[in-house]
């Protein structure tokens, strides 16, 4: 039996190794390659929209929590790279404040901007910021027992507070929020060369993020998010508090969030509300659940599948998308609720059990010996 367990587990990493070695000849050596650079700067930025979904995967797919809200941590993320590249350029032209702020009338640079003209300083901020705020709130709900629709409510009302928020605040751009970043610590962005390592950059960083999921979901810790998720009182019942699986889950979604945020800014050129609010939580969802939220690759790939499908489809049939979307949204949940990942398994056990529930045939009764007449 040991001798079995161990050759299953020698194969598992064996094929894990493999998948992410063609993951990484895909991203750093096909996709180049093949694509060019505008598609290729598309395609990086559906990968900040997978590494986000990695997070969700294992906070809702492993441990049942909805969340909504994911764009708060995205946005924490986004904004404070975003003020860090404007306040580099403005140093770099010699002005005391970003020149959007000029053309506003602010002479004075907010106290809420001074520390991130730190290079470690803004770079800490977005490792540490957004965790911590996932885990002072997760401290206030998961211990309050709060869950289901309520969190999940709760969470999408941070999201539009937010944005609401940011919309009032011309020291961080209003409603236009922060654009037109000239250089990414030193390198400029106008240099397709710069903008390819940002597309490796991005890649690189998804697949750590996928390493760790995948560690995290095979770990005794993984079984304990599995284990709150179906059965939280039993959980409660042998010593364990799910309250303190649950943040931790939820905070590691919320550094994987404020990292993918960060890496939008520059890739993208331009953070706003309209990209954190209540239409871009949903959305991240939505890819997880199209995808596959149980499953390790199912969110990564249903994020970026919408996001090109968005892309793409939008600009053929702008306002039918939305539709499509929500109703795509719905087949999955309604009738495949693992997601795409899950319809082959789903069809092999099918098969299976029909195949066990089939009855065997008859076998063939062995011919009568003919009769000899007595002499």
């Given at each position: 039996m040991t001798t079995l367990i161990q050759r299953w587990r020698a194969n598992s990493r064996v094929t894990t190794l493999a998948g992410f070695a063609v993951a990484a000849v895909l991203l750093f050596a096909v996709a180049p390659a093949v694509l060019s650079d505008f598609r290729l700067n598309l395609l990086a930025k559906f990968l900040c929209f997978a590494i986000v979904a990695a997070g969700i995967?294992?906070?809702?797919?492993?441990?049942?929590?909805?969340?909504?809200?994911?764009?708060?941590?995205?946005?924490?993320?986004?904004?404070?790279m975003a003020m860090h590249l404007q306040l580099a350029d403005a140093e770099r032209l010699g002005n005391d404040v970003p020149e959007f702020m000029d053309i506003s009338g602010i002479r004075e640079l907010p106290a809420l901007w001074?520390?991130?003209?730190?290079?470690?300083?803004?770079?800490?901020?977005?490792?540490?910021?957004?965790?911590?705020?996932?885990?002072?709130?997760?401290?206030?709900?998961?211990?309050?027992?709060?869950?289901?629709?309520?969190?999940?409510?709760?969470?999408?009302?941070?999201?539009?507070?937010?944005?609401?928020?940011?919309?009032?605040?011309?020291?961080?751009?209003?409603?236009?929020?922060?654009?037109?970043?000239?250089?990414?610590?030193?390198?400029?962005?106008?240099?397709?060369?710069?903008?390819?390592?940002?597309?490796?950059?991005?890649?690189?960083?998804?697949?750590?993020?996928?390493?760790?999921?995948?560690?995290?979901?095979?770990?005794?810790?993984?079984?304990?998010?599995?284990?709150?998720?179906?059965?939280?009182?039993?959980?409660?019942?042998?010593?364990?508090?799910?309250?303190?699986?649950?943040?931790?889950?939820?905070?590691?979604?919320?550094?994987?969030?404020?990292?993918?945020?960060?890496?939008?800014?520059?890739?993208?050129?331009?953070?706003?509300?309209?990209?954190?609010?209540?239409?871009?939580?949903?959305?991240?969802?939505?890819?997880?659940?199209?995808?596959?939220?149980?499953t390790l690759l199912g969110p990564v790939l249903g994020a970026i599948g919408v996001a090109w499908a968005q892309t793409s489809l939008s600009e053929q049939f702008p306002s039918g998308w939305t539709y499509l979307q929500g109703v795509l949204f719905i087949v999955v949940v309604g009738f495949i609720p693992a997601g795409l990942a899950g319809i082959w398994p789903m069809l092999k056990g099918r098969v299976d059990f029909g195949r066990f529930r089939r009855k065997p045939e008859p076998e063939p009764a062995a011919p009568e010996r003919e009769k000899v007449a007595a002499p």
């Open positions: 995967g294992l906070a809702w797919g492993r441990g049942g929590m909805l969340t909504l809200g994911q764009g708060v941590f995205f946005g924490i993320g986004a904004y404070i001074v520390p991130f003209a730190s290079a470690p300083v803004a770079l800490l901020g977005i490792l540490v910021i957004p965790a911590l705020v996932a885990a002072v709130l997760g401290y206030g709900v998961f211990k309050r027992r709060v869950k289901g629709a309520y969190f999940a409510i709760l969470s999408q009302a941070l999201a539009a507070a937010l944005a609401i928020l940011l919309t009032g605040q011309q020291a961080l751009g209003g409603f236009t929020g922060l654009s037109d970043f000239r250089a990414f610590f030193g390198f400029k962005l106008s240099d397709p060369a710069n903008r390819q390592m940002l597309f490796f950059i991005a890649a690189g960083t998804l697949l750590v993020v996928v390493a760790i999921v995948r560690q995290l979901m095979r770990s005794r810790y993984g079984e304990l998010l599995v284990a709150v998720r179906d059965q939280e009182e039993r959980v409660r019942f042998l010593g364990y508090d799910p309250a303190n699986i649950k943040i931790v889950a939820y905070v590691v979604a919320a550094f994987f969030a404020g990292i993918a945020g960060a890496l939008f800014t520059p890739i993208v050129g331009i953070i706003s509300p309209a990209d954190i609010g209540v239409v871009p939580s949903i959305a991240f969802l939505i890819g997880v659940a199209i995808g596959g939220r149980t």
